[in-house]
């Protein structure tokens, strides 16, 4: 089986006894079949992974999630959120760069979620590649609504009453881009950090550019 360059990191913290550090500095992936090798490809940044590695540290007390992320796969950032809303810890989510898209979903799992001033989270709705006759377009589309209104579940559940249904739609219609100082007002972070992120900081993405040229044959959000 091959193994990708590392892009994210899980770690124990060395200075605090019960913590657990993990950094989402990257795309969000499923995991690839090589046709050629006939191997499976894991992607460190799948939600195998992540629930391999996640269950190592079953006792831990607290985890500190940093995010730095273009977003990715739904299907894969989905299980992601709950694994990390299902684990007993203290979950505390700091937004060292960019949330966008289903990594903002991911941000939504935390108990306290920190942004510095100049930190950036963007909300939009999932888009797919799809193919097929009229009606299998048609269905496609209605499909698309269903999961699109399932994924809006994380950030009304953890807003709560700082924002309504209709008006997470609309910006999620616009796709908009949020300060932290938008994203405190809308019950999407809790409370600004005491630091700025460093603006030389960029995920490890090409999701931007990806979006330009191509669509890619999973949901996105």
């Known amino acids: 089986m091959k193994e990708r360059k590392n892009m994210w990191e899980i770690k124990q913290a060395a200075q605090?006894?019960?913590?657990?550090?993990i950094y989402i500095y990257g795309d969000v992936e499923s995991d690839g079949y090589d046709w050629w090798t006939d191997e499976v490809i894991r992607?460190?940044?799948?939600?195998?992974?992540?629930?391999?590695?996640?269950?190592?540290?079953?006792?831990?007390?607290?985890?500190?999630l940093y995010i730095n992320s273009y977003g990715g796969s739904v299907f894969e950032g989905t299980a992601i959120y709950n694994q990390l809303k299902?684990?007993?810890?203290?979950?505390?989510?700091?937004?060292?760069?960019?949330?966008?898209?289903?990594a903002s979903v991911i941000?939504?799992?935390?108990?306290?979620?920190?942004?510095?001033?100049?930190?950036?989270?963007?909300?939009?709705?999932?888009?797919?590649f799809s193919y097929g006759n009229a009606a299998e377009l048609r269905k496609a589309a209605d499909d698309l609504d269903i999961i699109n209104n399932a994924g809006k579940q994380a950030y009304?559940?953890?807003?709560?009453?700082?924002?309504?249904?209709?008006?997470?739609?609309?910006?999620?219609?616009?796709?908009?881009w949020l300060t932290a100082?938008?994203?405190?007002r809308y019950g999407l972070a809790d409370?600004?950090?005491?630091?700025?992120?460093?603006?030389?900081?960029?995920?490890?993405?090409?999701?931007?550019e990806d979006r330009?040229?191509?669509?890619?044959?999973?949901?996105?959000t």
Not at 212 to 220: I, P
Request: proline share 3%; aromatic share 6%; net charge negative.
């Open 191 to 208: 409370r600004f950090a005491e630091e700025d992120a460093d603006p030389a900081i960029n995920p490890h993405s090409s999701y931007l």
């Open 107 to 128: 941000a939504m799992a935390g108990d306290e979620i920190i942004m510095p001033r100049n930190a950036l989270m963007m909300i939009h709705n999932m888009w797919m």
């Open 16 to 21: 605090q006894s019960g913590v657990l550090e």
């Open 43 to 64: 992607s460190e940044t799948s939600a195998n992974t992540f629930r391999e590695e996640l269950a190592k540290y079953a006792d831990i007390a607290e985890i500190k």
């Open 212 to 220: 330009k040229s191509t669509r890619l044959n999973s949901s996105h």
């Open 156 to 176: 009304l559940q953890k807003a709560g009453e700082k924002v309504t249904e209709e008006l997470l739609s609309r910006m999620m219609d616009d796709e908009t």
């Open 86 to 102: 299902r684990h007993p810890a203290k979950k505390t989510v700091y937004i060292d760069g960019f949330a966008c898209s289903i």
């Open 181 to 184: 100082e938008d994203c405190i």
